[in-house]
């Protein structure tokens, strides 16, 4: 029974001491709070004592409030002490009197009420009639309360408003318990047989879901689990649930295809999605809920998305049309509908397609510290350094300019830049085979590995080419030249200061720091394999000036016409790693615009060689070392 007046101040007489027994005082030195524990005898309190202040029943060393037994019985206690006004049981409201469930008179807020078990009693007891706990005479008995052929009366009135007809509160309307919209004190409401309506209720226009007695708005339970309501219906659109905005179907977060003021879009727990997810159809990277078309970043860095799948065609991407593979603009033999082709960053290559021994009309070798290579309309391509060979061939000169070929680039270079050398008399850099892998020999006394050996080649036999792919009838793979950096390497932290113990580089600053080559990797996304061969290449596996005194193990800013002077200087070993991961992966990995040409070692055609050093076999070298710490480690990579 529910009773809205509980909170006056009783005048029931509360015992003056506890009925108990084998009680103990504070004074004594066994009985003390600890925390808010209070103990006796090292244990926690349950009887009655006294804490120094007053007399109070305690449970496991807390002041009872609940059912407890003392030597009175089983009484209810509140705060340590024998209940003595309304309480909630846990079962009921009742009203006790020295912790019992009062039968007899008492007084609380409403005056004086005679109580049955704790409640206001109604009904014939001994020769009187009570109702709500007051006394009607026999001899002049007037039913001012109750029910009348299912009529609920008040003082001889219909009722119509809240009342307690003995069973529990209502709300009437002439006299019947209300179905239908009524206007408590809460304001207009719905309710079902006189309790304000929560669940679904048909109120003559439509079924909605109520909540105390309003159409509701919020999350709510029904038949259907845990869903989202607006204004009595489960959600179907955009709402802000209190923690942000949701596109609903059926009131969950929508996930599938669904149409709002944007058009149909795929949605994942109500968000238009911003990722790879499988629609059913198959996997597709979405952006703002639309299969994404043009260029957008996942775990695999940045490419080119057609119909939210990599592009594996020709596609315009704003600046012009490029043939892509995989998403990225494709380096390497291709087909198209014209046929197959060799591509450089997404475009055709001129290519020389003469013998297993090619031949050039001619050779040249620069002679300033580095020079520009053009295309015919006199835009620059890319930078060679000093004593780099280029390989002429038979195009004419444009504006003066020679034709020429080197590191699968093809422009033209400024006469006066260059000066002509006889194949007779100079080492003309050439491929060779030693019947397991390939050299690209860079002078008579200078080599890198930087293939396993193809069978189209003779043992021994000097074979020419200006992009190192193409042999005219056959082409070299190099396993790490044109590969991702953006992907994982397979090796171990373990693994990678095991490499530096076999190439004999203990001694240098990088010895043991495979744990941060590794860190690197994961926080920025770039290869750690390829962080080793990179700074091994630059620093002489750590051991170089610039990497003694500046930390600086990838060449940063060390510009040919001033290596040291400009090169930058990280604080220590682990900042020379982890900041030249950032800025490469910010400068040439994950970046669409120069200086980068795409995310992998490359040549002087594409990739970061184009623009990150003009030493044309750069990215090769690189990769010949990722090739050799592949074999030596076990071949966990590619």
Do not use: C
């Not at 995310?599 to 076999?617: C, I």
Request: glycine residues 12%.
């Amino acid at each position: 029974m529910k009773y809205g007046l509980k909170l006056g101040v009783g005048v029931l007489t509360v015992l003056a001491t506890p009925v108990a027994v084998n009680v103990v005082t504070s004074h004594d030195a066994q009985a003390e709070y600890r925390g808010s524990i209070f103990y006796h005898n090292n244990k926690p309190a349950n009887w009655w004592y006294s804490d120094g202040n007053d007399w109070y029943f305690f449970q496991n060393g807390k002041k009872l409030t609940g059912y407890g037994k003392d030597n009175a019985g089983v009484r209810y206690f509140a705060n340590g002490k024998a209940a003595n006004w309304w309480y909630n049981d846990g079962q009921s409201w009742y009203f006790f009197q020295n912790g019992k469930k009062l039968t007899g008179y008492g007084k609380d807020s409403a005056e004086a009420h005679y109580f049955v078990n704790g409640k206001y009693a109604n009904g014939k007891i001994g020769n009187k009639e009570y109702r709500d706990g007051k006394e009607i005479s026999v001899e002049n008995k007037v039913q001012t309360r109750g029910y009348t052929n299912g009529v609920y009366y008040v003082d001889s009135k219909a009722a119509n408003w809240w009342y307690n007809d003995g069973q529990a509160w209502y709300f009437f309307q002439n006299g019947k318990k209300l179905t239908g919209y009524g206007k408590d004190n809460a304001g207009v409401r719905y309710f079902a047989n006189g309790k304000a309506a929560n669940w679904w209720y048909d109120d003559g226009q439509a079924w909605y879901f109520f909540q105390n007695g309003k159409k509701y708005t919020g999350y709510g339970k029904d038949n259907a689990g845990v869903r989202y309501f607006a204004n009595g219906k489960a959600a179907n659109w955009w709402y802000d649930d209190g923690q942000a905005w949701y596109f609903f179907q059926n009131g969950k977060k929508y996930t599938g295809y669904g149409k709002d003021n944007a058009g149909v879009r795929y949605f994942a727990n109500g968000k238009a999605v911003n990722w790879w997810y499988d629609d059913g159809t198959g996997w597709y990277f979405f952006q703002n809920g639309k299969k994404y078309t043009g260029y957008g970043k996942d775990n695999a860095g940045i490419h080119y998305f057609a119909n939210g799948k990599y592009a594996n065609w020709w596609y315009s991407d704003g600046q012009d049309w490029y043939f892509f593979q995989n998403g990225k603009k494709f380096t390497g033999y291709g087909k198209d509908n014209a046929g197959a082709h060799y591509f450089a960053n997404g475009k055709y290559v001129n290519e020389n397609k003469g013998s297993s021994n090619t031949t050039y009309s001619g050779y040249y070798k620069v002679t300033a510290l580095y020079i520009p290579v053009y295309d015919a309309n006199g835009r620059i391509l890319s930078h060679v350094s000093r004593d780099t060979v280029l390989f002429r061939d038979n195009r004419s000169t444009v504006n003066g300019r020679i034709p020429v070929q080197v590191a699968g680039l093809t422009g033209y270079v400024n006469s006066g830049q260059v000066a002509a050398i006889n194949s007779r008399t100079t080492f003309i850099p050439d491929y060779v085979s030693d019947g397991k892998y390939v050299y690209h020999r860079y002078s008579a006394y200078s080599s890198v590995m930087v293939a396993y050996h193809n069978p189209n080649m003779q043992v021994g036999k000097p074979y020419y080419s200006a992009d190192g792919i193409n042999f005219g009838t056959f082409k070299l793979d190099h396993p790490f030249q044109f590969s991702n950096l953006k992907s994982r390497s397979n090796y171990t932290a373990a693994d990678i200061n095991r490499l530096y113990s076999l190439m004999g580089a203990n001694n240098g600053k990088l010895a043991g720091k495979g744990a941060t080559f590794k860190a690197a990797e994961q926080k920025y996304g770039v290869n750690a394999l390829y962080l080793v061969a990179h700074s091994a290449l630059e620093s002489a596996w750590g051991k170089s000036q610039i990497a003694k005194d500046k930390n600086n193990f990838f060449g940063i800013a060390a510009y040919d016409s001033t290596p040291y002077t400009s090169a930058t200087k990280f604080d220590n070993v682990d900042s020379g790693i982890l900041g030249a991961a950032r800025w490469i992966d910010r400068n040439y990995l994950s970046n669409t615009g120069y200086p980068a040409r795409g995310a992998y070692l490359g040549n002087k055609a594409g990739g970061m060689n184009v623009n990150y050093a003009t030493a044309p076999y750069w990215g090769e070298s690189i990769a010949s070392i990722m090739f050799s710490a592949n074999e030596k480690l076990g071949r966990k990579d590619r």
